[in-house]
């Protein structure tokens, strides 16, 4: 079954850290973009991250830059996400979502969605 | 970045209606590159129509997108059941990605 599935979130004091997860199956992990997109509670969707299919390159938005870290291990078909100096604002359901092959760098829709899990930065 | 204005915010329609959704680009989107998305509470989305009018595998042709530019529309020609949800555009032809805030179409 072609599917990603997401893990490691949970409730974080500000300025802590966590590590998300994302499980792949299903598609040649290697062959795609793979990104992470967020969900604030109540409010719509904004890109965060973006790595390619070899892991070589990747993109971040300007609200994340310099505090997360996207990373993919290609031998576990798994997406990571270091998420560091948390703050308030970075509360969401964090879904990782994949772009159909051959795009071109920075120009990415998504054709396949995981379900999504909640990071609470709260004290 | 360029900022995408959905409207309404909320579209009150029966089951068997036509819904027409609007999207806004703060300025042209490069190659008319803008894809649309349902999501139902709690879910992931899913892609609906890429490029503008292309519509993702699987997805009935009752939904169609159309537009250039600056102005998008999404269109449900006749509203079932499962088609309650939000929906929201995204532009993918100028760094950084960015996403309409969305149109929940409700049952009236």
């Known amino acids: 079954e072609v599917q990603l599935l997401e893990s490691g979130g949970g409730l974080v004091q500000p300025g802590g850290s966590l590590r998300l997860s994302c499980a792949a199956s299903g598609f040649t992990f290697t062959s795609s973009f793979i990104s992470w997109v967020r969900q604030a509670p109540g409010k719509g969707l904004e890109w965060v991250s973006t790595?390619?299919?070899?892991?070589?390159?990747?993109y971040y938005a300007d609200s994340v830059k310099g505090r997360f870290t996207i990373s993919k291990d290609n031998s576990k078909n798994t997406l990571y996400l270091q998420m560091n100096s948390l703050r308030a604002e970075d509360t969401a359901v964090y879904f990782c979502a994949k772009a159909p092959p051959g795009l071109r760098p920075g120009h990415w829709y998504f054709d396949l969605w995981g379900r999504g899990t909640l990071v609470t930065v709260s004290s | 970045e360029i900022v995408l204005t959905q409207s309404p915010g909320t579209l009150s329609l029966s089951p068997g209606e036509r819904a027409t959704l609007s999207c806004r680009a703060s300025r042209s989107v490069s190659n008319n590159y803008l894809a649309w998305y349902q999501q139902k509470l709690g879910q992931a989305p899913r892609l609906l129509i890429y490029?503008?009018?292309t519509r993702a595998t699987g997805i009935p042709d009752r939904f169609s997108g159309s537009g250039s530019g600056t102005d998008f529309t999404l269109t449900i020609s006749r509203l079932e059941p499962e088609d309650f949800a939000v929906y929201y555009c995204q532009q993918y032809g100028t760094s950084p990605l960015t996403f309409g805030g969305g149109t929940k179409v409700e049952i009236k």
């Open positions: 790595i390619s299919g070899s892991g070589g390159s990747t």
């Open positions: 490029g503008t009018s």
